[in-house]
């Protein structure tokens, strides 16, 4: 059975930094694609980045150059490095997988992915 296990959200000031981790029990991405996903109150849940099966990162507009996403196979551990974080980027975050190991331009499509952790919340005040 797939679970994806999320940690490290917290409260930090504008311009800080957090590491978000998801464990990964029960799933091979080597071969399929996995991503970060994010929620604030009254708003859709968005894509926030994604790596494919081949490690090739997607971003949205609004954190290219801020977060870095990686996957540590050995560990079976899926990281988002936040850095320069702002008020606007105040969401619950959630870690997901699909079985589908090429998204192209439809990554940011929470629909096409088939596993859901149950999110951590990240609170950024300014």
């Known amino acids: 059975q797939v679970q994806l296990v999320e940690s490290g959200g917290g409260s930090v000031q504008a311009g800080g930094s957090l590491r978000l981790s998801c464990a990964v029990f029960?799933?091979?991405?080597?071969?399929?694609?996995m991503g970060w996903f994010r929620q604030a109150p009254g708003k859709e849940r968005e894509g926030v980045a994604v790596?494919?099966?081949?490690?090739?990162?997607s971003y949205a507009d609004s954190v290219k150059g801020r977060f870095t996403i990686s996957q540590d196979n050995a560990k079976n551990t899926l990281t988002l490095q936040m850095n320069s974080l702002k008020s606007e980027d105040t969401a619950m975050y959630y870690c997901?997988?699909?079985?589908?190991?090429?998204?192209?331009?439809?990554?940011?499509?929470?629909?096409?992915?088939?596993?859901w952790g149950q999110g951590t919340q990240v609170t950024v005040s300014s």
């Open positions: 997901a997988a699909t079985w589908r190991s090429r998204l192209g331009g439809s990554w940011s499509d929470s629909g096409l992915f088939d596993y």
């Open positions: 029960g799933y091979t991405y080597s071969t399929n694609c």
């Open positions: 790596i494919d099966s081949d490690g090739s990162p």
